[in-house]
């Protein structure tokens, strides 16, 4: 397992092929995905241990993959502690009764690991039946996981968020810092019983300016990565359009940087001064195109990577739902024979 690809990628240690999962593989794009999901609210499926085993092994069987990324929602675990949110089809999270005021944190209190008992059961499970194959655990950033609770559901511009960032720092520190302690601890839970990396996504991070990045944000999410640190799994660090904050995402406590699909990796490397591994960013939407331009995009981008300190192939955003699977198996053949034929290790 140490051996795995994937960890030796992200460690910056030579590879026998560059390894390649996709954000948001699991699900969405899978017809056995809907069939075994069909009926069952989507947080009520997260608490499922069959469930969650069932639909975080799909992909790694149908695609060949190198990692498993744990089926659930960077919002799981603030419902677990019972701040009231959903996850509504066709829209994302959305809570009833938003963030405004300091009292409002009494909804949200610290995450034990007794909220999430049955997390550790699927988490077992899945490790279980991977074999060799490293599943990935995952939870969102503060800010990202702020953007739900104070706009109470997806948000183009994030204006309150924004307004209560700069107008009432004292509740932006005091909720960063809860969604800090609930995030770490749900990401404690997942590797102590069995996750062999972390990816913290701070999906909307890109929203901000560096600045504001730096003074507001990264401390929080600092925060979280410090608190997995004594763990000794890597820790992959994401969010979409960060491409003037890759530097301090990195700098926040990440291993691995990851790269959305808007930066080319050479400037992305030149931006992280060859300090981290990073992952990425084949463009979503290039999945849609005809395969030469597919398989283009995907050669240049093994190239510019290859001498990166390190480099796990992936999407630059999630898999989007319309996606075709059988090109995503056909991308996993494809980034394997071309890097297993060009490294070394
Ligand atoms: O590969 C995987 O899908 C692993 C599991 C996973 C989900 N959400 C399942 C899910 C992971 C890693 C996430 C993370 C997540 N959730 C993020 C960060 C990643 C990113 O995309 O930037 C964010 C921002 C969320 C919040 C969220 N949850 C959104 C925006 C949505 C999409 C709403 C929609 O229907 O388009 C969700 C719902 C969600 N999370 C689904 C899945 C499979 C779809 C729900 C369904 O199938 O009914």
Not at 159 to 171: C, F, I, N, Q, S
């Amino acid at each position: 397992m140490a051996d795995a690809p994937l960890l030796r990628a992200a460690r910056g240690e030579a590879v026998r092929h560059t390894p390649v999962w996709f954000m948001r593989q699991a699900g969405r794009s899978l017809p056995e995905y809907r069939r075994v999901r069909a009926g069952v609210a989507m947080l009520d499926s997260c608490r499922r241990p069959d469930l969650v085993t069932e639909i975080t092994l799909q992909p790694v069987r149908r695609h060949g993959v190198d990692a498993a990324i744990f089926f659930s929602d960077i919002v799981v675990p603030v419902a677990a502690v019972g701040f009231g949110i959903d996850i509504v089809p066709g829209v994302g999270p959305v809570a009833v009764d938003p963030v405004r005021t300091l009292a409002d944190l009494d909804r949200l209190p610290e995450l034990t690991p007794e909220h999430i008992e049955d997390i550790a059961v699927s988490v077992r499970q899945i490790v279980a039946e991977l074999g060799p194959t490293p599943l990935i655990g995952f939870a969102g950033a503060p800010f990202t996981l702020a953007s739900y609770l104070i706009e109470g559901g997806p948000s183009k511009n994030h204006v309150r968020t924004k307004a209560l960032m700069h107008g009432d720092p004292l509740l932006w520190d005091a909720l960063c810092a809860r969604l800090a302690q609930i995030s770490a601890a749900f990401l404690r839970v997942q590797v102590g019983a069995g996750a062999s990396a972390v990816q913290l996504f701070d999906s909307w991070a890109g929203a901000l300016s560096r600045a504001d990045y730096e003074r507001a944000v990264q401390p929080h999410s600092a925060a979280v990565l410090a608190a997995v640190g004594d763990l000794g799994v890597p820790r992959i660090h994401f969010g979409v359009g960060t491409g003037e904050l890759l530097a301090s995402m990195g700098a926040a406590g990440a291993d691995v940087v990851g790269v959305d699909y808007r930066v080319g990796i050479p400037d992305a490397l030149a931006r992280l001064d060859g300090r981290y591994a990073v992952q990425g960013n084949l463009d979503p939407a290039l999945l849609f195109a005809p395969w030469e331009a597919l398989e283009r995009g995907t050669r240049r981008i093994l190239a510019e990577a290859a001498h990166a300190p390190g480099h796990i192939f992936n999407l630059g955003h999630g898999v989007l739902p319309e996606t075709d699977p059988d090109v995503l198996t056909r991308l996993v053949d494809l980034v394997h024979r071309v890097s297993a034929n060009a490294s070394p290790g």
